[in-house]
């Protein structure tokens, strides 16, 4: 898989001197740089380098928390880049609001965006005003629990089918020596992963309730301390993992030291890589068998205001560039996230995607919490829940008061 | 290194001195020592010997056993080939620009930095001890609650996203240290020096340049080590205000040990590590005894 | 220089005052300036960008409820006192034990100060290595037939912050060991002598006489230590990332995270003030004495 990205940037690179009279070059800034996720981007620039321009590549790792301040002082700083991507939601409001970001309004009245993009939630998450200002690229769903075929095999069990045999097949898996839960340590990933479970197990009213409508006394009520019972149980069954990075984490699974792990659809560009396949190596269980409820968030594309009129221009090209067919289907293939567009077809979908899919076509869809709350809430949200599952004294009671006391001041 | 005793420029070492070769005193002198210094090296020895085996060598065997099946593919993947993003160039894109930034920003700090201290030192003006504190309060402000500000200072006057504006910035977080250092060097030489020089009519910059800079030359080394050290290493200002294109070394290896394609490949990430801290490194080790003589000579009188 | 002594013609206090401006320019449009701002928008409720809508105390009282703030003060007391004895003392005895007229001086010195030329980030992830659980220190103990042998701070909530401890002395005694045994040249043999024949002891003569003598050094040294302890950010990120949970959180990284990741300015902001004013009731009265006062110059 690295080869072919390797071979992506050679090709654009051989394309270039061809077209090197008009080219503009446009920077585009991401935190995409995990295997599967460069592949795809890989299919961005390959897309938009055969329209005669250049895409110039300004990945920063280690996810969105070390690229973003960069993409904001790049912003409020006066020399932005060409475009960047942030997560869809409400990371980009204020820049949009200061008049910052370009109005894609014309490209999406020409591309006729409205009735192509669905579900309708994620263009709507673009507009402000009435007008688009990003492009959204992706969904990406959290409420997934990714299954080793070999680590239960191994335990000498069946491969479970809902997050209740997870729990009870914990034991066997510890004592074939592996791990029952495999998680990362950063904050983003227990919080995400106490989300999927109040998606799952409460239930997508309830979680709507709390993350939209910010109930707090539904939030300190029974019904949720349900979700605790389980995260409780989550935490007891991650206690031995000790790798930081989702990845790592994926790869315990990809390798059998670890029974399963909570994490959105990206993972499969992992298990992609691995060349592992679907139902014979390894599990997906989409709203962890219990509820079949996809979240809808996803990455989008902004393109901050630049005063140079060609690459104006450009912008405009790469923003209507993102929605065509044909570049959906393949980045999304390589990035193992759902199209935006309604109506394309992924036939060479592997089995996780299509399952995603129909649950999509479905309409079984909730908003991502980066729509519903601020970065400052679910910054507290993300504090809580990281030390939740690393400190086993805090008890599931007193880490639910503080979830309703977040939560009856968040915004 | 050389095993004089002692480098005569340092000054004599006024410890007693021992008498016998194997005396109880001398084994515990350099046992201690000899435990310590292994302290010191153990993670040089570990970085070294991780960047030179293979994944499933590691993956087996422990951190500290040397390397049975040497191989020099992850500096090669370091240097050339690791990936960000789409660019597959590893390291090397990044080795030039962290010259072109750290060449400037090491030259415009220390001069502001030497003139402050020669003006502290030898033309004190009404307030110039103001300043010189706030300076040094400066020291203790964590960067990152500058960072911001800065930026906005920064766009004002349109230097925002150059090499000049990163240089400015270097210059500011340098200065408080070297004002002190330089201000300390130049408080200590004579003063009938200075004097004359006044009593023959040299101006502030004549005596600058003819006296106390041929003088300073010890200092100067150390704020040289000092600085190419610091913003050689330096991250987060190198990522904050200059562009891709520009992006010094460290972002490259920030990258390679951030993006981890399935399994984190210790051995790309110590060799990165490696590459990355070579020229601070070679810096102290040819020139570490200069270091001493200057710290000497300039952080010690005061 | 004493007053009396400095140029009384206003023309040649100008060019000094010409050649200070970059400092002048520093120290009251960024050290002062950009404090004063920081302070001014603590009290609004910016979020991604700087907006003048007062909140009054609202961030500072939500700063203090916050558990996160709460442990990142503790991590900081704890690895700034330690930081601050540990290096002094092992900085000055390295120094007194180079002192000792030994072979291979050099060697040693260059041992004990290269990881200095390492940047934190570098040092972070090769401790984070060395302490690793699997790969390990506790791995090579436990291969050696201690199969109880635990020794992962990183992963122990109770003293992950003396994992972080241990790779910023690694760090940092070098440079502290280098100005001790700079200064411990600097002091004139006669005392070394007159010690001798008086029949001091060696010890003694360190404690009692070298010590007291090397109060320049003492403050350059810590001047040094103290701003790397406030400052102390990548060493954390690079090494733990704050974790496990939240035990190894500091004052710096809670400032970046709530000015950028969470959006915040204004708690950021909040918080940034009060490093801003720990900093200026502890340094600022020492810093006027030592250096605003004209009997050390």
Known sequence: MRIRTRFAAFAACLALPFTAAQAVELEVTHWWTSGGEAAAVAEFAKAFNATGNKWVDGAIAGSGGTARPIMISRITGGDPMAATQFNHGRQAEELVEAGLMRDLTAEAKAGNWANLVHPKSLLDACTLDGKIYCVPVNIHSWQWIWLSHKAFKDAGIAVPTNWDEFVAAGPALEKAGKIPLAMGQQSWQSSGAFNVLMVSIAGPDIYSRVYKDKDAELAAGPEVAKVFKAADDARRLAAKSKVQDWNQATNMVITGQAGGQIMGDWAQGEFQVANQVAGKDYTCLPGLGVNEVISTGGDAFYFPKLDDAAKTKAQGQLASLMMTKEVQVNFNLKKGSLPVRGDVDLASANDCMKKGLGILAKGNIVADVNQLMSPDSLGQVNDLFVEFFNNPSITKEDAQKQFADIVEDAD | MSETVSDPGLGEPFGPKPRKRFSRRNIFIYGTLIFVSLYYLLPLYVMVATSLKGMPEIRLGNVFAPPVDITFAPWVKAWAEACTGLNCDGLSRGFWNSVRITVPSVVVSIIIASVNGYALANWRFKGSDTFFTILIVGAFIPYQVMIYPIVIVLREIGLYGSIWGLVIVHSIFGMPILTLLFRNYFTSIPEELFKAARVDGASFWGIYFKIMLPMALPIFVVAIILQVTGIWNDFLFGVIYTKPDTYPMTVQLNNIVNSVQGVKEYNVNMAATILTGIVPLVIYFISGKLFVRGIAEGAVKG | ?297
Request: charged letters at 15%; proline letters at 4%.
């Open chain 3, 1 to 297: 220089m004493s007053a009396g002594k400095r140029p009384v013609q206003l023309w040649r206090n100008l060019s000094a005052k010409i050649a200070a401006i970059p400092m002048i320019l520093t120290a009251l449009v960024i050290f002062v300036g950009c404090s004063l701002w920081t302070v001014f928008y603590s009290f609004t409720n910016s979020k991604l960008l700087p907006k003048v809508k007062f909140v009054g105390l609202n961030q500072y009282e939500r700063l203090w409820s916050t558990n996160r703030w709460l442990i990142s003060i503790e991590n900081l007391v704890i690895y700034g006192i330690c930081t601050l004895i540990f290096s002094l003392l092992i900085g000055f005895l390295l120094a007194a034990l180079l002192d000792q007229k030994i072979r291979f001086e050099n060697t040693f010195r260059s041992i004990l100060l290269y990881p200095f030329a390492l940047s934190f980030i570098v040092t972070g992830l090769v401790w984070q290595w060395v302490l690793n659980p699997q790969f390990g220190i506790q791995k090579i103990i436990r291969d050696l037939g201690f199969e109880n042998f635990a020794f992962d701070p990183l992963y122990n909530p109770d003293i992950v912050i003396y994992g972080v401890l241990i790779a910023g002395l690694w760090q940092g005694t070098g440079l502290i060991m280098c100005l001790m045994l700079a200064g411990i040249r600097g002091i004139d043999q006669e005392i070394w002598k007159a010690a001798r024949i008086d029949g001091i002891q060696t010890w003694k003569t360190y404690v009692f006489i070298v010590i007291p003598m090397m109060r320049p050094v003492f403050i350059t040294s810590l001047v040094i230590i103290a701003s790397g302890i406030v400052r102390v950010y990548d060493l954390v990120v690079a090494q733990t990332g704050g974790g496990p949970g939240i035990a190894s959180e500091v004052p710096a990284k809670y400032v970046y995270d709530y000015m950028f990741q969470n959006q915040n300015l204004g708690q950021g902001f909040a918080a940034s003030t009060m490093m801003l004013l720990t900093v200026a009731i502890v340094i600022v009265p020492w810093a006027y004495l030592e250096f605003g006062s004209k009997k050390h110059v």
